[in-house]
């Protein structure tokens, strides 16, 4: 079965809205705006920018290198949503979870929420186990996504019932330091998930030629958008475990389409 989280929102990328949920349904009514961190490309910070300019809040998000000549369209997207946008330079944004730089931004944006990049923090966490309190109908052995931060496969793992297992397709090289940041954000220590390294075709954003003709097909013959930085990586290794029959007969295995369409457009590497 495919959860399409990707049908969420027409604009707020599935696992985006999910991270971002419990930041906006508090909604303190002191916080003046938001200030956030991400590439050109950020579905984090295309689904950020919209929420703001539909909330009237304002919002500066922290864009690593400078496209100032050059905007993607997900920059041209969120400049038209009203967001101030802040280029900085690689070495600037490597201290975006710097503690001294954070303390900096606060000052200089009073009452702004600083919210961390891909929106993952521990409050995260409660968006995402919302997925699989939607899943409780369907009795499933095994739930698999695309793993970046990690937040989203934290979120999962903590609310699967032991008998479940996630597994996790990393879409950028990280051995052992995906699976930190996964335990970073566990409550609790937990066995059933693991991570899959053998799908990232190269680290963050990098295709192959079969990753991209795997995403047209499922995207024309299935109907299902799906995207070479995320989605395509996890149906990639899904077709491939399926092929090669990793898993038993009758296991029931969710997909989780974690959205993501929009960071696509004029991705051409
Ligand atoms: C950000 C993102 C992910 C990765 O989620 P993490 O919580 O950072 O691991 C997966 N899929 C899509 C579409 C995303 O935008």
Known sequence: MIKRDDRIHPIISG???RKLSSL??????NI?????????FSNHI???SYVCNQLNMPFVAIIRGDYTKNPTPMLKDIERWGTTINYV???TYQLRNDHDFLAQLAKRYTDYVIVPEGGSDHDA???VTQIVSELTLWDFDTIVTPVAS??????IVSSIAPHQHAIGVAVLKGADYLEQLVNNFLPEPRENWHISHNYHCGGYAKVTQALTALCKEVTLDYDIPIEGVYSGKLFFALKEWLQQ????????IVVLHTGGIQGARAHTR
């Open 24 to 29: 906006l349904s508090e909604q303190p009514e």
């Open 89 to 91: 330079d690689r070495k």
């Open 32 to 40: 003046k705006g938001i200030v956030s961190f991400g590439g050109g």
């Open 46 to 48: 295309h689904a950020l």
């Open 125 to 127: 966490l409660n968006g």
């Open 15 to 17: 696992n985006k809205w």
């Open 245 to 252: 029959q990793v898993f038993p007969e009758g296991h029931k």
């Open 150 to 155: 990690g937040a989203t496969l934290a979120g």
